[in-house]
């Protein structure tokens, strides 16, 4: 079974307007983080938000927010207020506690619309 | 503090040849792992290298091997390329401090075109 699945291979959003990023994930460990990057077209993975499994709250970062449903095992991204700076790959990536291995999920590209 | 970097940022080889990339962690980051990211496969984890040794490994042929030294830069090494192995290699640095909150971070990439 795929550790980590984005479902949307593709997404537009409205410049200003909020867009949700989805990511499902799969685990039996009780400890582990899921993080969000970003990869523009140059290439470098950025790091952009962190979500720990024992948080209580949903992790916040400027623009940026996890919502994080441990029931469901989904952490989806949201990015508030869309900047034409924002039109990039996003991946999901979780860390197991009981492993060093990150595993990512497929990405979702993200495009912006003036 | 410096970001994680990657050298060479492009390289053209041949098939049959030999590649060396080489990448050094933000300082104090002990663990480097390497990614393969192609169109096509997405991307891929290669290896993951702590304290000098590997820790863990990825589904790749023999030909991809990687070393860390005791300053924690490390290196990777593909050798008899093939025009499958073109893509763009990222090697990513954390502390680790053997926790799930561990972050990994990433430097640019080199991309590796075989011709």
């Known amino acids: 079974a795929q550790k980590i699945t984005q479902t949307q291979p593709g997404m537009f959003v409205q410049e200003k307007e909020a867009v949700t990023l989805d990511c499902t994930y799969d685990t039996s460990d009780p400890s582990y983080g899921l993080f969000w990057y970003k990869q523009p077209s140059s290439g470098e993975m950025i790091f952009l938000i962190y979500?720990?499994?024992?948080?209580?709250q949903n992790a916040t970062e400027g623009r940026y927010s996890l919502n994080f449903q441990k029931a469901r095992k989904s952490a989806n991204l949201v990015i508030s207020a869309s900047q034409l700076g924002d039109s990039a790959m996003y991946f999901c990536?979780?860390?197991?506690?009981?492993?060093?291995?990150?595993?990512f999920g497929t990405g979702t590209s993200l495009t912006v619309i003036p | 503090k410096a970001g994680v970097t990657q050298t060479p940022r492009y390289l053209i080889k041949t098939r049959g040849q030999q590649v060396t990339l080489s990448c050094s962690p933000i300082s104090g980051h002990r663990s480097v792992s390497w990614y393969q990211q192609t169109p096509g496969q997405g991307l891929q984890f290669l290896f993951e290298y702590f304290s000098e040794t590997q820790r863990n490994k990825g589904n790749f042929p023999g030909r991809f091997s990687g070393r860390q030294f005791s300053n924690s830069r490390s290196e990777m090494n593909v050798s008899t390329l093939e025009l499958g192995d073109s893509a763009l290699y990222l090697c990513a640095s954390s502390l680790p401090s053997g926790k799930s909150t561990d972050t990994q971070y990433f430097g640019p990439g080199t991309r590796l075109t075989v011709l």
């Open positions: 979500q720990g499994s024992y948080d209580q």
């Open positions: 990536a979780m860390r197991e506690n009981t492993g060093n291995q990150f595993y």
